[in-house]
């Protein structure tokens, strides 16, 4: 679990490398990338799951802070002459520097969410053409039998 977390830590950095690293196929490396697909599929699973889990819980901080600032402030306009609409407390929490860093952890962690979804999607495109190239080498190979 631990290079789960790391990976996911590193994801921005290291996201251009991951996809040279492991992404990339050709002639030259389809049997090594056959033979370590699935485990790499099951690792940015993991790193995918990791992430939704810290996004999930960022915006759940997020959300229970905001109600709790929203509220507070009602309660402060309760006994003035200034009505506490709705709409002037969305406003209001928007100037709290605190939820501010909060909003930007979720920006934050919904991103690296996306950059794991996104090595999860090419994994899955990279399953494909691994198949379809295969099947072109099968039949490469046939054919050459066939002629010799």
């Known amino acids: 679990m631990n290079s789960v977390i790391e990976t ?6 290291k996201y251009l490398q991951i ?4 992404l990339e196929i050709s002639e030259d490396n389809m ?16 790193v995918l799951s990791y992430s939704k889990k810290v996004t999930n819980t960022a915006e759940m901080v997020f959300e ?5 600032m929203k509220e507070k402030r009602r309660e402060e306009l309760a006994g003035t002459s200034k009505k506490p ?8 929490v928007l100037t709290v520097p605190s ?3 909060l909003k930007a952890k979720v920006l934050n962690a919904q991103h ?3 950059l794991a979804k996104n090595i999860v999607t090419s994994l899955d495109h990279q ?13 490469e190979i046939k054919m050459i039998s066939d002629l010799g």
């Open 8 to 13: 996911y830590n590193n994801l921005e950095n």
């Open 64 to 68: 229970y802070a905001e109600a709790e």
């Open 85 to 92: 609409t709705e709409g002037a407390l969305n406003a209001y």
């Open 19 to 22: 996809s040279k690293d492991y």
């Open 112 to 114: 690296r969410y996306n």
């Open 31 to 46: 049997d090594e990338a056959l033979q370590k697909h699935t485990a790499l599929y099951a690792f940015f699973g993991g």
């Open 127 to 139: 399953k494909d053409m691994l198949v379809q190239m295969s099947a072109n080498k099968r039949a």
């Open 99 to 101: 939820l501010r860093e």
